[in-house]
Protein backbone atom coordinates (compact mmCIF):
# COMPACT_ATOMS: atom_id res chain seq x y z
CA UNK A 1 0.00 0.00 0.00
CA UNK A 2 1.22 3.54 -0.78
CA UNK A 3 1.73 5.89 2.08
CA UNK A 4 -0.24 8.47 -0.37
CA UNK A 5 -3.50 6.73 -0.04
CA UNK A 6 -2.99 5.97 3.68
CA UNK A 7 -5.42 9.81 4.47
CA UNK A 8 -7.44 8.79 1.78
CA UNK A 9 -8.14 5.42 3.47
CA UNK A 10 -8.49 7.10 6.93
CA UNK A 11 -10.44 9.84 5.25
CA UNK A 12 -12.79 7.73 4.16
CA UNK A 13 -13.10 4.63 7.08
CA UNK A 14 -13.47 7.90 9.84
CA UNK A 15 -16.00 10.20 8.07
CA UNK A 16 -17.33 8.28 4.38
CA UNK A 17 -18.17 5.03 6.58
CA UNK A 18 -20.64 6.56 9.43
CA UNK A 19 -21.95 8.91 6.71
CA UNK A 20 -22.92 5.99 4.42
CA UNK A 21 -24.06 3.11 6.62
CA UNK A 22 -24.35 5.05 9.78
CA UNK A 23 -28.05 5.55 9.58
CA UNK A 24 -28.38 1.19 9.98
CA UNK A 25 -27.62 -0.18 13.05
CA UNK A 26 -27.92 -3.31 12.26
CA UNK A 27 -25.08 -2.79 8.86
CA UNK A 28 -23.00 -1.02 11.37
CA UNK A 29 -22.83 -3.91 14.04
CA UNK A 30 -21.64 -6.06 10.88
CA UNK A 31 -18.94 -3.58 10.45
CA UNK A 32 -18.02 -2.99 14.22
CA UNK A 33 -18.08 -7.35 14.26
CA UNK A 34 -15.70 -7.29 10.81
CA UNK A 35 -13.16 -4.83 12.52
CA UNK A 36 -12.93 -6.95 15.54
CA UNK A 37 -11.81 -9.71 13.32
CA UNK A 38 -9.60 -7.15 11.73
CA UNK A 39 -7.55 -6.48 14.89
CA UNK A 40 -7.43 -10.00 15.90
CA UNK A 41 -6.38 -11.38 11.96
CA UNK A 42 -3.57 -8.60 12.69
CA UNK A 43 -2.24 -9.75 15.78
CA UNK A 44 -2.52 -13.35 14.64
CA UNK A 45 -0.44 -12.04 11.22
CA UNK A 46 2.20 -10.45 13.28
CA UNK A 47 2.81 -13.24 15.33
CA UNK A 48 2.74 -15.34 11.98
CA UNK A 49 4.42 -13.30 9.64
CA UNK A 50 7.44 -11.95 11.79
CA UNK A 51 7.53 -14.05 14.36
CA UNK A 52 7.03 -16.85 12.09
CA UNK A 53 4.99 -19.09 14.73
CA UNK A 54 0.90 -20.09 14.43
CA UNK A 55 -0.82 -19.58 16.46
CA UNK A 56 -4.17 -22.18 16.95
CA UNK A 57 -4.90 -20.46 21.01
CA UNK A 58 -5.56 -16.66 20.13
CA UNK A 59 -9.39 -17.48 21.57
CA UNK A 60 -6.94 -17.50 24.88
CA UNK A 61 -5.58 -13.22 24.59
CA UNK A 62 -9.48 -12.63 23.67
CA UNK A 63 -11.08 -14.52 26.42
CA UNK A 64 -8.53 -13.01 29.18
CA UNK A 65 -8.78 -9.47 27.76
CA UNK A 66 -12.52 -9.61 28.02
CA UNK A 67 -12.76 -10.95 31.62
CA UNK A 68 -9.97 -8.69 33.53
CA UNK A 69 -11.64 -5.78 31.20
CA UNK A 70 -14.92 -6.90 32.28
CA UNK A 71 -13.90 -7.36 36.14
CA UNK A 72 -11.96 -4.37 36.63
CA UNK A 73 -14.63 -2.31 35.28
CA UNK A 74 -17.99 -3.89 36.73
CA UNK A 75 -16.41 -4.39 39.96
CA UNK A 76 -13.78 -2.36 40.91
CA UNK A 77 -15.33 0.25 38.95
CA UNK A 78 -12.18 1.41 36.74
CA UNK A 79 -12.80 3.70 34.18
CA UNK A 80 -13.74 1.69 30.78
CA UNK A 81 -10.92 3.00 28.99
CA UNK A 82 -8.36 1.94 31.56
CA UNK A 83 -10.20 -1.49 31.67
CA UNK A 84 -9.27 -1.99 27.87
CA UNK A 85 -5.39 -1.58 28.41
CA UNK A 86 -5.41 -3.32 31.71
CA UNK A 87 -7.43 -6.14 29.35
CA UNK A 88 -4.52 -6.38 27.02
CA UNK A 89 -2.08 -6.22 29.90
CA UNK A 90 -3.49 -9.18 31.50
CA UNK A 91 -3.67 -11.02 28.17
CA UNK A 92 0.40 -10.41 27.70
CA UNK A 93 0.46 -12.69 31.71
CA UNK A 94 -1.13 -14.99 30.05
CA UNK A 95 1.15 -14.97 27.43
CA UNK A 96 3.84 -15.03 29.95
CA UNK A 97 2.43 -18.27 31.10
CA UNK A 98 2.83 -19.80 27.40
CA UNK A 99 6.42 -18.60 27.38
CA UNK A 100 8.45 -22.12 27.67
CA UNK A 101 6.27 -23.56 24.44
CA UNK A 102 8.33 -21.00 22.45
CA UNK A 103 10.93 -23.98 22.37
CA UNK A 104 8.49 -25.54 20.48
CA UNK A 105 8.22 -25.31 16.89
CA UNK A 106 5.79 -26.13 14.00
CA UNK A 107 2.73 -27.85 14.89
CA UNK A 108 3.87 -28.84 18.06
CA UNK A 109 3.75 -25.16 18.76
CA UNK A 110 0.49 -24.22 17.35
CA UNK A 111 -0.72 -27.10 19.09
CA UNK A 112 0.49 -26.12 22.57
CA UNK A 113 -0.94 -22.68 22.10
CA UNK A 114 -4.38 -24.02 21.94
CA UNK A 115 -4.05 -26.36 24.43
CA UNK A 116 -3.41 -23.27 26.99
CA UNK A 117 -6.61 -22.03 25.21
CA UNK A 118 -8.64 -24.57 26.39
CA UNK A 119 -7.21 -24.69 30.00
CA UNK A 120 -7.92 -20.65 30.62
CA UNK A 121 -11.24 -21.73 28.96
CA UNK A 122 -11.69 -24.11 31.86
CA UNK A 123 -10.57 -21.57 34.39
CA UNK A 124 -13.29 -19.03 33.62
CA UNK A 125 -15.25 -21.89 34.34
CA UNK A 126 -14.32 -23.52 37.19
CA UNK A 127 -13.27 -19.95 38.92
CA UNK A 128 -16.84 -18.72 39.63
CA UNK A 129 -16.33 -16.69 42.76
CA UNK A 130 -14.70 -14.58 40.18
CA UNK A 131 -15.36 -14.84 36.80
CA UNK A 132 -19.36 -15.65 37.26
CA UNK A 133 -18.79 -19.72 36.27
CA UNK A 134 -20.34 -20.80 33.30
CA UNK A 135 -23.45 -18.02 33.79
CA UNK A 136 -20.74 -15.15 33.16
CA UNK A 137 -20.51 -11.81 33.84
CA UNK A 138 -23.64 -9.81 32.92
CA UNK A 139 -23.95 -6.24 33.16
CA UNK A 140 -20.44 -4.93 31.93
CA UNK A 141 -20.32 -1.17 31.70
CA UNK A 142 -20.53 0.10 28.00
CA UNK A 143 -18.25 2.61 26.34
CA UNK A 144 -18.41 6.03 27.53
CA UNK A 145 -19.96 8.99 26.91
CA UNK A 146 -16.90 11.45 26.18
CA UNK A 147 -17.62 14.69 25.22
CA UNK A 148 -21.04 14.40 24.34
CA UNK A 149 -20.10 11.85 21.97
CA UNK A 150 -21.77 8.53 23.00
CA UNK A 151 -19.50 5.50 22.06
CA UNK A 152 -21.77 3.20 23.51
CA UNK A 153 -23.88 3.07 20.39
CA UNK A 154 -23.07 1.03 17.01
CA UNK A 155 -21.76 4.22 15.06
CA UNK A 156 -19.65 5.49 18.24
CA UNK A 157 -18.23 2.08 19.02
CA UNK A 158 -17.25 1.89 15.69
CA UNK A 159 -14.91 5.01 15.88
CA UNK A 160 -13.45 3.20 18.97
CA UNK A 161 -12.57 -0.12 17.26
CA UNK A 162 -11.36 1.34 14.22
CA UNK A 163 -9.25 3.53 15.96
CA UNK A 164 -7.75 0.38 17.81
CA UNK A 165 -6.85 -1.79 14.82
CA UNK A 166 -5.28 1.43 13.00
CA UNK A 167 -2.79 1.23 15.90
CA UNK A 168 -2.64 -2.58 15.83
CA UNK A 169 -1.68 -1.76 12.17
CA UNK A 170 0.43 1.06 12.49
CA UNK A 171 2.50 -0.80 15.34
CA UNK A 172 2.66 -3.87 12.82
CA UNK A 173 4.49 -1.28 10.13
CA UNK A 174 6.67 0.20 12.09
CA UNK A 175 7.76 -3.55 13.49
CA UNK A 176 8.15 -5.05 10.21
CA UNK A 177 10.16 -1.89 9.49
CA UNK A 178 12.64 -1.96 12.13
CA UNK A 179 16.08 -3.84 12.25
CA UNK A 180 14.07 -5.96 14.40
CA UNK A 181 11.44 -6.90 11.90
CA UNK A 182 14.39 -7.40 9.54
CA UNK A 183 15.80 -9.84 12.07
CA UNK A 184 13.12 -11.86 12.52
CA UNK A 185 12.56 -12.25 8.49
CA UNK A 186 15.98 -13.49 8.45
CA UNK A 187 14.98 -16.13 11.17
CA UNK A 188 12.38 -17.49 9.00
CA UNK A 189 15.52 -18.75 6.69
CA UNK A 190 17.15 -20.03 9.00
CA UNK A 191 16.60 -19.25 12.98
CA UNK A 192 19.89 -21.34 14.01
CA UNK A 193 22.12 -19.14 11.44
CA UNK A 194 20.53 -15.94 12.92
CA UNK A 195 21.69 -17.18 16.68
CA UNK A 196 25.82 -17.74 14.88
CA UNK A 197 25.16 -14.00 14.09
CA UNK A 198 24.39 -12.66 17.79
CA UNK A 199 20.67 -12.74 16.84
CA UNK A 200 18.86 -13.79 20.27
CA UNK A 201 15.59 -15.57 18.04
CA UNK A 202 13.91 -16.93 21.47
CA UNK A 203 13.65 -12.99 23.02
CA UNK A 204 12.29 -11.68 19.84
CA UNK A 205 9.64 -14.35 19.27
CA UNK A 206 9.15 -13.68 22.69
CA UNK A 207 8.42 -10.08 22.50
CA UNK A 208 6.24 -10.78 19.09
CA UNK A 209 4.15 -13.27 21.08
CA UNK A 210 3.94 -10.58 23.85
CA UNK A 211 3.26 -7.92 21.50
CA UNK A 212 0.16 -10.03 19.62
CA UNK A 213 -1.41 -10.86 22.94
CA UNK A 214 -1.59 -7.26 23.86
CA UNK A 215 -2.97 -6.52 20.73
CA UNK A 216 -5.71 -9.53 21.11
CA UNK A 217 -6.12 -8.48 24.51
CA UNK A 218 -7.41 -5.49 24.06
CA UNK A 219 -9.92 -6.44 21.31
CA UNK A 220 -11.11 -8.66 23.31
CA UNK A 221 -11.68 -6.20 26.16
CA UNK A 222 -13.30 -3.90 24.07
CA UNK A 223 -15.70 -6.99 22.54
CA UNK A 224 -16.83 -7.46 26.23
CA UNK A 225 -18.03 -4.26 26.38
CA UNK A 226 -19.60 -4.04 23.07
CA UNK A 227 -22.23 -6.90 23.80
CA UNK A 228 -22.37 -6.42 27.36
CA UNK A 229 -21.96 -9.96 28.29
CA UNK A 230 -19.19 -12.42 28.72
CA UNK A 231 -19.12 -16.63 29.08
CA UNK A 232 -16.67 -18.96 29.21
CA UNK A 233 -17.61 -20.40 25.89
CA UNK A 234 -17.86 -17.35 23.88
CA UNK A 235 -15.05 -15.61 25.74
CA UNK A 236 -12.92 -18.85 24.91
CA UNK A 237 -14.65 -19.79 21.47
CA UNK A 238 -12.89 -21.68 18.20
CA UNK A 239 -14.89 -18.32 16.21
CA UNK A 240 -11.97 -16.42 17.62
CA UNK A 241 -9.49 -18.87 15.77
CA UNK A 242 -11.01 -19.52 12.61
CA UNK A 243 -12.13 -16.68 11.59
CA UNK A 244 -8.81 -14.36 12.22
CA UNK A 245 -6.99 -17.27 10.22
CA UNK A 246 -9.09 -17.44 7.48
CA UNK A 247 -9.33 -13.47 7.31
CA UNK A 248 -5.49 -13.28 7.55
CA UNK A 249 -4.93 -16.02 4.80
CA UNK A 250 -7.55 -14.19 2.45
CA UNK A 251 -6.60 -10.80 2.61
CA UNK A 252 -2.67 -11.75 2.67
CA UNK A 253 -1.22 -12.17 5.92
CA UNK A 254 2.16 -11.12 4.90
CA UNK A 255 0.82 -7.65 4.11
CA UNK A 256 -0.02 -5.00 7.24
CA UNK A 257 -3.65 -3.66 5.56
CA UNK A 258 -4.65 -7.85 4.00
CA UNK A 259 -5.57 -9.19 7.41
CA UNK A 260 -8.08 -6.54 7.96
CA UNK A 261 -8.96 -6.34 4.23
CA UNK A 262 -9.78 -10.27 4.31
CA UNK A 263 -11.81 -9.55 7.53
CA UNK A 264 -14.21 -6.84 6.60
CA UNK A 265 -14.75 -9.21 2.84
CA UNK A 266 -14.90 -12.29 4.57
CA UNK A 267 -17.46 -11.34 7.14
CA UNK A 268 -19.38 -8.99 5.37
CA UNK A 269 -20.31 -11.38 2.05
CA UNK A 270 -20.66 -14.11 4.43
CA UNK A 271 -23.14 -11.60 7.09
CA UNK A 272 -24.95 -9.85 4.04
CA UNK A 273 -24.82 -12.58 0.83
CA UNK A 274 -23.74 -16.11 1.69
CA UNK A 275 -26.04 -16.56 4.95
CA UNK A 276 -29.61 -15.48 3.12
CA UNK A 277 -28.39 -17.84 0.33
CA UNK A 278 -27.44 -20.85 2.31
CA UNK A 279 -28.75 -20.38 5.95
CA UNK A 280 -27.60 -23.75 6.66
CA UNK A 281 -24.22 -24.63 4.76
CA UNK A 282 -22.86 -20.54 4.28
CA UNK A 283 -19.71 -21.30 5.72
CA UNK A 284 -18.85 -24.30 2.96
CA UNK A 285 -18.68 -20.85 0.58
CA UNK A 286 -16.69 -19.29 2.73
CA UNK A 287 -14.43 -22.22 2.35
CA UNK A 288 -14.71 -23.29 -1.00
CA UNK A 289 -13.69 -19.26 -1.41
CA UNK A 290 -10.74 -19.67 0.76
CA UNK A 291 -9.16 -22.68 -1.42
CA UNK A 292 -10.26 -20.30 -4.39
CA UNK A 293 -7.86 -17.63 -3.26
CA UNK A 294 -5.06 -19.78 -1.87
CA UNK A 295 -5.04 -22.11 -5.60
CA UNK A 296 -5.21 -18.76 -7.66
CA UNK A 297 -3.26 -16.05 -5.10
CA UNK A 298 -1.35 -17.93 -2.76
CA UNK A 299 -0.34 -14.73 -1.27
CA UNK A 300 -3.71 -13.37 -0.71
CA UNK A 301 -6.40 -10.92 -2.26
CA UNK A 302 -4.45 -7.41 -1.49
CA UNK A 303 -1.14 -8.67 -3.29
CA UNK A 304 -3.70 -9.59 -6.31
CA UNK A 305 -5.19 -6.41 -6.28
CA UNK A 306 -1.84 -4.96 -5.94
CA UNK A 307 -0.58 -6.78 -9.37
CA UNK A 308 -4.04 -5.80 -11.38
CA UNK A 309 -3.93 -2.51 -9.81
CA UNK A 310 0.31 -1.89 -11.59
CA UNK A 311 -0.75 -4.10 -14.76
Given at each position: ???????????????????????????????????????????????????????????????????????????????????????????????????????LRGPYFALAILAFAHIFRIVATEWSSVTGGAAGIAGIPPLPVIA????????????????????????????????????????????????????????????????????????????????????????????????????????????????????????????????????????????????????????????????????
Open positions: MKRASIPLLLLAAYVGVPLLLGHSSYVMSLVDAALVIGGIALAWALLGNLGGMVSFGHSAFVGVGGYVSALVTARAGLPVPVGLLLGGVGAVLAALVMLPVLRGIDFGTRTGAYFVILTIVCLCAWTYARVAASHYGLALRAMHGSEDATRVLGVDSTLLKGAMLLLSAFMTGVVGAFNAHYIGFLEPDYAFAGLWVTLPIVAAIFGGYRTVAGPLLGAVVIYLLDQLLFKSWLPGGHQLVLGALLVAMIVFSPRGLLPLLARRRDA
